[in-house]
């Protein structure tokens, strides 16, 4: 039963609700009672809002970024959960969503496209060149290109994230190709009847201006000009529950 807000304006109203009691009086006519003889009223705080996942009670806690990348943040939540978690009852927990569960599906996705690319490549390859050991001097290149690209991250102060790993994907495709001519015209050579070192020197003197260019126009493509930059936005990063 519910009795209208407009009628409780303090806990007395509330005490002097009237209720109906099974007990009969003189004329067989029930005996008016009130609220307070049948039930014990006082004060408590509950939360203002309640909110539910999965008709599961949940507390959201909403955060942004100040001064901090969103990884560095990650690190720093996922700290403060682990410290928090053993002192919760059993039953409950705590999970990050938001802009933090995506970046994480983000680079696990990104990830294992890379490592998929690098196999398929690698079997692509040897359907072209009929063997295994070519294709394999070509997926040599690729530790190289990663040590290139990290060093490269740590010479920049970049953090690693969805668009430096766009970058990674695009330097280890162009060190692919380039591997590719280089591998492609000492085989020739060696056709030709060439040492295996003389025909490694020559496709490395023969093909390092067509490399470079290649190199040079994917740097310049991937240069952040400054009035291209995108407006910086203030959303929340994160949500815990």
């Known amino acids: 039963m519910q009795t209208p807000e407009r009628n409780l304006s303090s806990l007395n109203d509330l005490r002097n609700i009237p209720v109906s009691t099974s007990l009969a009086g ?3 006519a029930p005996i008016p009672g009130l609220l307070s003889n049948v039930a014990t009223l006082k004060r408590d705080s509950l939360p203002t809002n309640a909110n539910q996942s999965n008709i599961q009670p949940v507390y959201e806690v909403f955060a942004s970024l100040q001064g901090i990348d969103l990884g560095a943040a990650s690190k720093v939540i996922d700290r403060v959960v682990a410290d928090v978690s053993p002192q919760l009852k ?14 994480r599906d983000s680079f696990r996705n990104l990830g294992l496209g890379l490592l998929f690319a690098a196999v398929l490549v690698y079997f692509l390859m040897v359907v072209n060149y009929q063997n295994f050991g ?3 001097v070509v997926i040599l290149a690729l530790p190289a290109t990663f040590c290139g690209i990290l060093t490269m991250l740590f010479i920049t102060n970049t953090s690693l994230s969805v668009p430096s790993l766009m970058g990674a994907i695009m330097a280890i495709g162009v060190a692919s190709a380039n591997s590719i001519l280089l591998v492609t015209f ?9 040492t295996s070192f003389q025909a490694a020197v020559e496709a490395g003197h023969t093909r390092i ?33």
């Open 134 to 136: 070519d294709p394999l």
């Open 90 to 103: 059993p039953g409950n927990r705590i999970q990050v969503v938001g802009q933090i569960e995506s970046m």
């Open 209 to 241: 201006r067509p490399v470079l260019m290649t190199a040079a126009a994917m740097i310049v493509g991937m240069i952040p000009w400054p009035w291209a930059a995108p407006a910086k936005s203030r959303t929340p990063c994160w949500r815990g529950r």
């Open 26 to 28: 003189v004329n067989g």
């Open 186 to 194: 000492a085989r020739e050579r060696q056709l030709e009847g060439a």
